[in-house]
Structures are given as structure tokens and as C-alpha cells.
């Protein structure tokens, strides 16, 4: 059985190719597993086993960045085609700024699981985690950032499938369930996908079982050596911790740049 | 060495943030729930007392539940030794990294 990770990489504003590499290189550090990466451009680096060039196509979204005070481009689209572009039986999918700091995932990779990902976040200043919820229906968010999947195995064939189907109609799907179609979020096609191909059920057998870890835009984050600092503010005071051996989900990527010198 | 007035603010900056503990502990504890997830047999394991108890009260070949309510067929000797295994190990690290983030200031 082959095991590999799959990382995406469109370049705008944002070096997301140079965010990859630093991913690939913890990937390779934690879980000692091959990384892929889908790109548009090729990237002059050693760390990547496989590269696959793709069209970027021409969708794009525009999100703004509170870290950077901006509105930035942001290439998101035909992250289902995901199943078809790993070379590897069993697939880690993981977004360009979740950096890795241990190997809990390597359990889920050799679990007979043929779909994984996160329901429950926490954010890092907040005491408990929860599930965030989408739409006038409420209905419960799956997080696309990291995706455990069995590309052999059925289910995992059709949620891909409805992936992409809410993605090609996703005007239709954010009118269904009452969210807005202004911004494409792979979170939101992935939890309907899930959510259908589970036959409207919750899909408990899908869940990474700890909560994804998030470090929001407006937090500030250094790492040094292998501790990373986070400094918030809390009712007006200033406050900090370090995390060491858990895996983290910088959506600051201001900090990331910074960090890696991008 | 002369300091400047932008490095004394950068200090009092620094001497103003306060270590979280309470913070630090609750995504510590989160850490080490993680590391507790094994796999055995093609099931999915979560080291705890509980599981631990359960296979020490099983003799041979049992069938159990597995984190996704899946029933796996497993040697309970076999289980019993790995969910003590990453239990302990775990445990003791996690004693180690509490210890450390105690000590910041």
C-alpha cells in the first residue's frame, strides 16, 4: 500500500509555493511519508518527490487578510480533483500553512478509515473546542485543511464526485442551504459532499478524533527552534503561550512569510 | 551596551505579556489526547485507563468496539501491552512538557 501527502500551491499575493515547502519539510521531518505537490508552476525544490502541473484556471476569490491589511488573491478552486491527481493509495491532503509539529496523523494514515478529516477547531486562545456550523440551516462545517482519504474505497470516490459537483454548481448548493456564493470555501463544498454521500447523516466515522488547531489572522505568532510562540490579547491584556508538539493551522500568513524570509 | 528608547519599549512590551497557564495547559492536554490514538488490527484505539482495564478483564482473542464503533477482533493480551505502552510513554511526556511551560514566566 502506498502512503503520501498532496499539497496544493497557486502563487499570488501570497507565495503559497514557498508555504509549501516549508510544509513538505515538516511532513517529511514528523511522518517520513512522499509529498506530491499540485501546482501551476513548477517549483525549483528537493523536497517535493512528485510535482504536478495543472491549469490554475481563471476562478479566483478574493479574501481579505486582517494580517496584511489587504484583499488577496486566493486559488482554491479543483481542490476535488485531489482523488485523481495522488499517486498514492492513501492520501494526506493538507493545506500549504497547517504546519506539522508531531506525527498523531500517522495513526489516521494506516487506519482502515477511507475518509478523515476535522469537525471540531479550536481556536488557540480559546478554552474549548467547537463546530461551526454554516447556512440557515446550521448545517455542521468539515474542514478541508487536512484530508485523510482511500482513493480505492467507494464512498471516498463518491464524496469527490459531489465535491466537485458543488463546486461546479455552487451558486445552486449556497441558495439550498442558505449560505453566500460570493466566496468559494472548500470547507463548505466538502461538508455538503459528506454530508450527501452520508445520506444526510452526520458522518461521525469521518472525524479526525481531536479538534483542528488554529491560529487566527489576528494572532501573532514566532517560532524558534521547535517552540512556537503565540501572543494574543485577552479582555485587554497581553498574553502568550508556547506549543511545541502540536500540529497548527497559521492562517496569519503575514507571520509565515516573515518566518520562512518569503 | 546603550539601549534605545525602541528597544526599551520593546522590552516592556515583552515584560507586559504574561505567560498563559491556564491556556498552555488546556491545548497541552489536547496534544497529549492525540498522541494517545493508535492503530491495531485495522481498528482505531484511544490509550486510556478504561481501555486498559478492559483488556486486562478479557483473556485471548476478543472482539471490541474501536474509536468509530467498529468491532474489531483482537488478541486482548496483545492490545492490553500497546494501550499501556502509549499510555505510559505519553503520560510521562506529557508530566515533562507541563513541568517546562510551569517554569515560564
Known amino acids: 500500500m502506498t502512503i503520501g501527502a498532496l499539497v496544493f500551491a497557486f502563487d499570488s499575493e501570497i507565495l503559497y509555493s514557498k508555504l509549501a515547502i516549508e510544509c513538505a519539510s515538516r511532513i517529511k521531518k514528523h511522518l517520513d511519508i512522499p509529498v506530491t505537490l499540485v501546482t501551476d508552476t513548477p517549483v525549483d525544490a528537493d523536497v517535493f518527490d512528485k510535482q504536478v502541473t495543472v491549469e490554475r484556471g481563471n476562478d479566483t476569490n478574493r479574501r481579505f487578510f486582517i494580517d496584511r491589511d489587504a484583499s488577496t488573491t486566493w486559488f482554491n478552486f479543483g481542490r476535488y480533483r485531489a482523488m485523481e491527481l495522488s499517486p498514492y493509495k492513501r492520501t494526506l491532503l493538507v493545506d500549504s500553512d497547517y504546519m506539522l509539529n508531531n506525527n498523531a496523523i500517522l495513526p489516521l494514515l494506516n487506519s482502515r478509515q477511507p475518509f478523515l478529516c476535522h469537525r471540531q477547531v479550536q481556536s488557540i486562545n480559546h478554552a474549548k473546542p467547537r463546530i461551526e456550523k454554516f447556512g440557515i440551516k446550521n448545517t455542521h462545517m468539515w474542514w478541508a485543511t487536512v484530508v485523510v482519504f482511500d482513493k480505492t474505497n467507494r464512498f471516498t470516490q463518491d464524496v469527490f464526485a459531489v465535491w466537485q459537483m458543488v463546486e461546479e454548481n455552487y451558486k445552486h448548493y449556497a441558495d439550498l442551504f442558505g449560505f453566500s456564493s460570493k466566496q468559494f470555501r472548500n470547507d463548505y463544498a466538502l461538508s455538503i459532499a459528506l454530508l450527501l454521500c452520508n445520506g444526510n447523516l452526520h458522518p461521525t466515522q469521518c472525524e479526525i478524533p481531536w479538534p483542528l488547531l488554529n491560529v487566527d489572522t489576528d494572532i501573532e505568532v514566532s517560532n524558534i527552534s521547535d517552540t512556537w510562540w503565540i501572543d494574543y490579547t485577552d479582555k485587554n491584556k497581553k498574553k502568550k503561550i508556547s506549543v511545541r508538539n502540536h500540529d497548527l493551522h497559521i492562517m496569519c500568513k503575514s507571520y509565515l512569510e516573515k518566518l520562512y524570509g518569503i | ?105
Not at chain 2, 18 to 36: G, N, S, W
Open chain 2, 1 to 105: 551596551m546603550l539601549i534605545n528608547s525602541m528597544q526599551t519599549n520593546q522590552l516592556s512590551k515583552n515584560i507586559k505579556t504574561r505567560f498563559d497557564h491556564q491556556q498552555a495547559r488546556v491545548i497541552l492536554r489536547e496534544t497529549y489526547q492525540a498522541k494517545m490514538i493508535f492503530t491495531h488490527n485495522g481498528g482505531m484505539w484511544q490509550a486510556s485507563p478504561e481501555l486498559i482495564l478492559l483488556c486486562s478483564v478479557c483473556d485471548g482473542t476478543v472482539v471490541l468496539e474501536d474509536y468509530y464503533n467498529t468491532p474489531i477482533s483482537v488478541d486482548s493480551n496483545e492490545l492490553c501491552t500497546l494501550a499501556k505502552q502509549r499510555w505510559q510513554e505519553q503520560m510521562n511526556a506529557w508530566q515533562v512538557e507541563y513541568e517546562e511551560i510551569s517554569k515560564n514566566r
